[in-house]
Every structure is written in C-alpha cells, then in structure tokens.
C-alpha cells in the first residue's frame, strides 16, 4: 500500500510534526522554569500546589516528547536551568508577581496549549502522535479547571463585562 499504511511508530514523521514537536519541548522547558520562579513568589497554598502540578505535568510530557524526537534522530532543544528556591519574604514586595497576575498567567498559558494540541492534533498524519497530543490537551484541559475553579474561588478572576438579557414579560 505505502509508507503510511502499517505501523504508525514505524512511519516517518513529516516536518511538521518534528517541528511541532521540537517546538512544543521548547515551549514548555522555557515555562517550566517560569514556574519554577513563580513558585518562588506565591503565598498561596492551593496556587502553589497547582504551580507544582502544572510543573510536574510539563516534565512528563516533555519526557515523552523527547523520546520521540531521539528515537527520530532529532536533536533536542536546550533546558535552561532550573531556578533555585527562594524564600517569598526575600522578594521585595514590589517586585513580587501576585498571587492573582500568577493564576491568570497560568490560565493564559494553558490555553495557548490546548490550542497548540489541538493545532498539532489537526497536522499529525501519525495516529500515535495525534493520539499522543489529544492526550496532553485532555490533561491540560483538566488543569485549566483547577486554575479556573481556583481563580473564582480566591475571587482572583476578572471576569469581562457580563450581558444580562432583558426579558420581555
């Protein structure tokens, strides 16, 4: 039949897919340690477990993006440093990211990567790579509720201007 009819972990990846792939690794390791820093200002306790979830899950899936890139030949992306551990009273108060500007970013950066996987997820003529993205966007779907239940809770969200409908009696 083809080179795309048998195994899918036995077809080439097209470009695309490399460097989606490649692309997503360096995402990623570059928000992890932005995480990392972040950890170091929350006061919260519930952001901070988040923020430790969000890390953990980030280093799975770049485990497994990487294994895929060195099984293809594919060199790696460079990993940054990881950030050391600060105390949060060390921070000068001014100079401290919010508990409130953290929980947004990690909102936002979820987001960008649900529509990064489903991006990826519509490129993959590999069943086993789209599968694999449909996987992390199902994670950090589940992710992006926990932020968003967090942020409603702590009354961190700010919601846009709310439209109420005028009913007619």
Same mark, same amino acid.
């Given at each position: ?7 899918? #972990? ?21 928000? =992890? ?21 969000? =890390? ?8 497994? /993006?990487?294994?895929?890139? #060195? ?6 992306? !460079?990993? $940054? !440093?990881? @950030? ?7 921070? $000068?108060?001014?100079? @401290?990211?919010?508990?409130?500007? =953290? ?17 990826? /997820?519509?490129?993959? =003529? ?22 968003? @239940? ?20």
């Amino acid at each position: 039949m083809g080179i795309l009819s048998g195994n899918p #972990k036995e077809e080439p990846m097209h470009y695309g897919e490399v460097y989606g792939i490649w692309s997503s690794v360096q995402a990623m390791k570059g928000m =992890i340690v932005g995480y990392q820093t972040f950890r170091n200002h929350a006061g919260d306790q519930d952001l901070l477990k988040i923020i430790n979830e969000a =890390i953990d899950l980030g280093n799975q899936q770049i485990q497994e /993006m990487e294994t895929l890139l #060195k099984e293809n030949g594919v060199g790696l992306p !460079p990993t $940054p !440093p990881e @950030r050391p551990k600060a105390q949060l009273e060390d921070i $000068p108060t001014g100079a @401290r990211a919010m508990d409130p500007e =953290i929980a947004a970013t990690l909102a936002v950066d979820i987001g960008a990567g649900l529509v990064s996987c489903s991006t990826m /997820m519509s490129q993959c =003529i590999r069943e086993d790579l789209a599968t694999l993205f449909g996987q992390f966007h199902t994670q950090k779907a589940a992710l992006g509720i926990k932020v968003l @239940r967090l942020n409603k809770e702590k009354g961190w969200l700010v919601p846009p201007p709310l439209h109420y409908k005028e009913t007619e009696e």
